[in-house]
């Protein structure tokens, strides 16, 4: 059976995380899975009226990303993982919470059952974080145009911004490898592409085959 890894792609909304899925997946042949954001039936409602949805979102987000930690685990061979459960507890609702969206209550009913999946799951083998300037973000997400997404404020990304920085800081559960996503385009550029694949090899040297 081959080794079984999981790589885990962590960033703020519009950082690259699923070009960099993307880019992994067809690098070396392995098992991508995404965010479940297009499947959220609250979501709409949310960046509407986060007040009265922020609840609904969150348990909705933490549910599904319970369900893929879970197939994640059940998987052989090596799967890469477009956001974690980690990043929507300790990232989005966090910042929910501390913007007061999210009322003691529903936030003591969530994180009591955050504790409990983290015990159900496996950290990630390697996680990779994706650093992005503001005015790249804000730019990427004009430019792939999810309705959605176009009035999201800017003092609530530089909020989830700041939680990431100080979560990556923190992180403990794994390797962690920092890329800066504005300027790094593994896409196009060969150069980028092959510094990004070496940096991931280097950390993975056993669990990876180019195709």
Known sequence: MAERKTIAIAGNIGSGKSSLVEFLTRTYGIEPFYEPND????????????KQW????????????FRIHQQL???????VLDRT???????????????RVLNGRDWDTYW???QIILNAIRPPDLLIYLR???????????????AMEQDIPLSYLKRLEGLYEQWVENYSMGEVL????????????MVDCLDVMQRVEGLLPTALNRE
């Open 132 to 146: 992005c300037s503001m005015r790249t973000i804000r730019r990427r997400i004009r430019m792939r145009g999810r």
């Open 54 to 65: 922020a609840f609904h979102s969150q348990l909705y987000f933490l549910a599904n990303k």
């Open 112 to 114: 009591d059952f955050y």
């Open 39 to 50: 499947e959220n039936p609250y979501l709409p409602d949310f960046y509407q009226d986060m």
């Open 73 to 79: 685990d059940q998987m052989p061979g090596v799967v």
């Open 85 to 99: 459960i980690f990043e929507d507890a300790e990232i989005f609702a966090t910042a929910l919470n501390q913007m």
């Open 178 to 189: 920092v890329l800066d996503s504005g300027k790094l385009n593994y896409i196009n550029d």
